[in-house]
């Protein structure tokens, strides 16, 4: 399978690369930094070239491995018979001490391998299908417009990530999942503390229970006054009847929250930017929607806005590009990587509307691929479009050198983007 086999009894496992068990200082210390805010770090080219399955030290002392290309990385996401994603198992890696915390409190399907990853998952799929994406896209275009109704009426300059990029994903959301829009600011500071590179263990614990705990709360509420909402439909078609208990909903529902306002945030912040570097490009995608859509698929190759996941533990040893792995060692599937591969992707790192767009790995692969990735896409094209239509003129208020990147965090992306236009 693509450069990955279990060792071979004819094969001494002395002929394989491998590295002693005990990290020691001469592995890189992992994450990286970038040099780059617009690309991955550099570490990861020079792996995909000469190292492809990469040794690292972590903040604990412990070895992962960095798995770097395209044909890899999806290989083991469509295995895993010999690779698990269980959150919270030994040897399952993490980049900072919060994490492991937070991983091992996980009781959603992100965190479960089969049958229970597929069990719970198949409860809410439907409310993530096409159809039922594509139906809501009017009312998506319309939380737009209004949004930029009030940027337009107040004026440059602006922080776009503020004014819009925060709050379209949490309108929507609260128009799909049923939570009242006034508690998104408390959400997403659920999913920061989940997602930051700094907190501590027990803030990043006591605010991911606080979600779920919120969730729960709103289960509880549609039980008795339901509407035509994901909890509440949910809670009909599966909690009532006893094939999902509440609490256990409510773990899935924090994680539908997390992922539904975090990551789409990020990448109307960081397409915005991409846009405004490329004059030639925003001419493209304005004069054509069908460019719109291929610059997003463009923009998540690019970006790829999961930093560190996701992530897996070698059940057995095994053979990956000449290099052992051996059962019971984790590792990191760099999608940001992946995407940047050559072999696959021509000029990775320059954004090219010809390039055929299924072959990116933005959202994942395998029974684990992104669940809202529909939405996302219709979050996205719907938000590109009413910006070039709404604000031709848009640009930068501030020195690009100026900007904070989110080095900080799990989710890659921009603090703030000052934006100004010609007022009317």
């Known amino acids: 399978m693509l450069g990955i086999r279990p060792v071979s ?24 930094a970038r040099v780059d805010p617009l690309a991955p770090p550099p570490e990861y080219a020079a792996a995909r070239e000469a190292q492809p399955i990469l ?12 798995v770097t290309r395209h044909e890899h990385v999806r ?16 040897g399952f890696p993490t980049v900072t001490e919060a994490r492991v915390v937070v991983d091992r409190g996980e009781r959603a399907f992100v965190g479960m391998d089969n049958p229970d990853h597929d069990r719970y998952r198949r409860m809410v799929t439907q409310e993530f299908s096409v159809p039922r994406m594509r139906a ?13 109704d009030r940027m337009i009426a107040d004026g440059p300059p602006q922080d776009l990530v503020r004014a819009f990029a925060v709050r379209f994903p949490s309108l929507v959301m609260s128009a799909l999942f049923g939570s009242p829009y006034e ?27 606080e979600l779920v705990a919120y969730v729960r709360r709103l289960v509880d509420r549609k039980r008795e006054q339901p509407g035509d909402d994901l909890v509440s439909r949910v809670v009909a078609e599966h ?40 004059p030639v490009l925003r001419e493209r995608m304005r004069a054509d929607p069908l460019e719109i859509r291929r610059a997003v698929e463009e923009f998540l190759r690019v970006v ?28 990191f599937l760099l999608l940001a990587s992946a995407n940047r591969d050559a072999a696959v992707f021509p000029a990775p790192d320059a954004i090219d509307l010809s390039r055929p767009a299924a072959r990116h790995l933005a959202f994942g692969d395998g029974i684990h691929q992104c669940l809202g990735q529909m939405l996302a896409r219709i979050e996205l094209q719907v938000a590109f479009a009413a910006l070039l239509r709404r604000l031709p003129d ?10 904070r990147f989110k080095d900080d965090m799990q989710i890659y992306g921009v603090h703030e983007l000052p934006v100004r236009w010609a007022a009317a």
Not at 140 to 147: E, F, G, P, Q, S
Not at 394 to 403: G, K, S, Y
């Open 9 to 32: 009894v004819q094969r001494p496992m002395s002929a394989l690369p491998s590295v002693p068990a005990g990290a020691g200082p001469e592995l890189p210390r992992f994450p990286f």
């Open 55 to 66: 040794p690292v030290r972590l903040w604990n002392g412990e070895r992962a491995w960095l």
């Open 394 to 403: 848009l640009e930068l208020a501030v020195p690009f050198e100026a900007l």
């Open 136 to 148: 809501l896209e009017p009312e998506i275009a319309a939380i737009a417009d209004r949004l930029l």
């Open 304 to 331: 790829s806005p999961v930093q560190f996941s996701p992530r897996r533990v070698a059940r057995v040893d095994v053979e990956i590009a000449g290099t052992l792995v051996r059962a019971g060692e984790g590792l």
């Open 183 to 209: 508690d998104h600011e408390f959400i997403i500071g659920c999913a920061v503390a989940r997602h930051g590179l700094t907190q501590t263990p027990g803030h990043a614990e006591r605010k991911a229970r």
């Open 75 to 90: 290989a083991i996401l469509a295995d895993d018979r010999r690779f698990s994603g269980r959150f919270g198992q030994p």
């Open 239 to 278: 909690v009532l009847p006893g094939r999902l208990t509440a609490d256990e909903f409510a773990e899935i529902g924090a994680m539908i929250l997390r992922a539904g306002h975090d990551t789409t945030t990020n990448m109307i912040g960081m397409g915005t930017l991409l846009m405004l570097r490329d």
